[in-house]
């Protein structure tokens, strides 16, 4: 018999799928056993892969952290081990830029076991109370935060996805060059634009994740709408939780939806395991078309085939979860992957939600910010 084991996230979104595979499979493969851990939502972010690598022979990863993987060679090229038309279907099928996200270097380092971007959320029932319709603008989102009805996740990771948001959707990407993380004229109006949601927000959300704020929104009768989080179909599925949500695309900014930033999970073979046969082959079967489809979706995970999101069995269960979020994550922004990125991610949303909660200088906080990403594009280098 031979052990692999996993590490994953703490949700049953992170856990349940892939408990639900490693037992199929082991079912399959009886000379193989393969148990998952999982860790919080902030130190699946935060945990470095390389340390992870050396006591786990499969991992669930945030894509930011692909380049760092394949820099320091801790996790396995996939495109290498997995056959040519495998890889192939997992490209054609990938949902938005997913498949992309764990390309470093021509090869791919992570298969694309689970996509997600923000998308907003609604407890119609509220709503409907109210006699409120689901914000369709950015300006019906106003109107509803000034209610004292909106929520979204203020913690500092989350804040600086959401300032990313806010810079695509005002026509802008952040880092298309390597002086500035965006221009000083769109970085000055996306931060303000920021603020002033983030000033009609109950302040408690500035603690929150997103499955913490979906947690309030049903389990409380405060919070009728979630403008941008990153989606969790969990919540969308009867019975889960004591109340219901509902998800959208995002409102539209200037005549046109707002593009959030690509969030999803790989799941990555460590280079240290003594397994690496029986590690691929259980990669190779969890991200299998079929597999997505049922037995990884079934058990509250959050696919990242697209086939998976194109099935209408799984739309039935979850209120069109899939369906009505999709075009979202097709037009979600790719942050960058770079092996030193992860330094500005872990400072720079401390910045962005010091200035949501405190206001301030945006110029000063917009330095603050490129002064962070040149610290991280010489950690690339090191």
Same mark, same amino acid.
């Given at each position: 018999?031979?052990?692999?084991?996993?590490?994953? $996230?703490?949700? #049953?979104?992170?856990?349940?799928?892939? #408990?639900?595979?490693?037992?199929?499979?082991?079912?399959?493969?009886?000379?193989?056993?393969? #148990? $998952?851990?999982?860790?919080?939502?902030?130190?699946? @972010?935060? @945990?470095?892969?390389?340390?992870?690598?050396?006591? *786990?022979?499969?991992? /669930?990863?945030?894509?930011? $952290?692909?380049?760092?993987?394949?820099?320091?060679?801790?996790?396995?090229?996939? !495109?290498?081990?997995?056959?040519?038309?495998?890889?192939?279907?997992?490209?054609?099928?990938? /949902?938005?830029?997913?498949?992309?996200?764990?390309?470093?270097?021509?090869?791919?380092?992570?298969?694309?076991?689970?996509?997600?971007?923000?998308?907003?959320?609604?407890?119609?029932?509220?709503?409907?109370?109210?006699?409120?319709?689901?914000?369709?603008?950015?300006?019906?989102?106003?109107?509803?935060?000034?209610?004292?009805?909106?929520?979204?996740?203020?913690?500092? /990771?989350?804040?600086?996805? !959401?300032?990313?948001? %806010?810079?695509?959707?005002?026509?802008?990407?952040? *880092?298309?060059?390597?002086?500035?993380?965006?221009?000083?004229?769109?970085?000055?109006?996306?931060?303000?634009? %920021?603020?002033?949601?983030?000033?009609?927000?109950?302040?408690?959300? *500035?603690?929150?994740?997103?499955?913490?704020?979906?947690?309030?929104?049903?389990?409380?009768?405060?919070?009728? =709408?979630?403008?941008?989080?990153?989606?969790?179909?969990?919540?969308?599925?009867?019975?889960? !939780?004591?109340?219901?949500?509902?998800?959208?695309?995002?409102?539209?900014?200037?005549?046109?939806?707002?593009?959030?930033?690509?969030?999803?999970?790989?799941?990555?073979?460590?280079? %240290?395991?003594?397994?690496?046969?029986?590690?691929?082959? =259980? @990669?190779?079967?969890?991200?299998?078309?079929?597999?997505?489809?049922?037995?990884?979706?079934?058990?509250?995970?959050?696919?990242?085939?697209?086939?998976? $999101?194109?099935?209408?069995?799984?739309?039935?269960?979850?209120?069109?979860?899939?369906?009505? #979020?999709?075009?979202?994550?097709?037009?979600?922004?790719?942050?960058?992957?770079?092996?030193?990125?992860?330094?500005?991610?872990?400072?720079?949303?401390?910045? /962005?939600?010091? =200035?949501?909660?405190?206001?301030?200088?945006?110029?000063?906080?917009?330095?603050?910010?490129?002064?962070? =990403?040149?610290? !991280?594009?010489?950690?690339?280098?090191?």
């Amino acid at each position: 018999m031979k052990l692999l084991k996993g590490i994953t $996230w703490n949700h #049953t979104r992170g856990l349940l799928p892939m #408990t639900a595979t490693a037992q199929r499979f082991t079912e399959l493969n009886p000379e193989i056993e393969i #148990t $998952w851990e999982k860790r919080s939502l902030q130190e699946f @972010a935060d @945990a470095s892969i390389e340390d992870l690598a050396k006591r *786990f022979d499969l991992l /669930v990863i945030d894509h930011p $952290w692909t380049g760092f993987g394949a820099h320091t060679k801790a996790i396995l090229p996939l !495109s290498d081990y997995l056959p040519a038309d495998y890889i192939q279907d997992q490209e054609i099928n990938t /949902v938005g830029k997913s498949y992309g996200s764990y390309v470093f270097s021509n090869k791919l380092w992570a298969l694309p076991i689970d996509a997600a971007t923000p998308v907003a959320a609604a407890r119609l029932d509220i709503l409907e109370k109210k006699g409120i319709e689901v914000p369709q603008t950015y300006d019906d989102l106003l109107a509803l935060a000034k209610k004292g009805l909106a929520a979204f996740a203020g913690i500092p /990771v989350d804040v600086l996805m !959401s300032f990313y948001m %806010f810079c695509c959707s005002l026509g802008e990407a952040p *880092f298309q060059t390597e002086e500035k993380v965006i221009s000083p004229q769109k970085g000055k109006e996306a931060l303000q634009m %920021f603020r002033e949601l983030a000033q009609l927000i109950d302040p408690e959300n *500035f603690n929150r994740n997103p499955i913490q704020v979906y947690e309030a929104m049903v389990n409380s009768d405060e919070i009728a =709408y979630c403008p941008f989080a990153y989606g969790y179909s969990n919540y969308s599925r009867a019975g889960y !939780s004591k109340n219901l949500l509902h998800f959208y695309d995002l409102v539209k900014l200037n005549n046109a939806p707002m593009i959030s930033s690509l969030g999803g999970t790989g799941l990555a073979v460590s280079s %240290f395991s003594k397994h690496i046969p029986e590690a691929i082959r =259980y @990669a190779e079967f969890t991200g299998s078309s079929h597999t997505q489809q049922h037995i990884f979706a079934d058990n509250g995970g959050q696919p990242g085939h697209l086939q998976a $999101w194109k099935n209408e069995r799984l739309n039935s269960i979850t209120n069109n979860y899939f369906k009505n #979020t999709l075009p979202a994550l097709q037009r979600a922004f790719l942050r960058p992957r770079y092996s030193g990125h992860m330094h500005f991610q872990d400072h720079a949303g401390d910045v /962005v939600r010091n =200035y949501l909660i405190n206001g301030g200088n945006e110029d000063l906080v917009l330095e603050e910010m490129n002064a962070l =990403y040149a610290e !991280s594009l010489k950690l690339q280098h090191s």
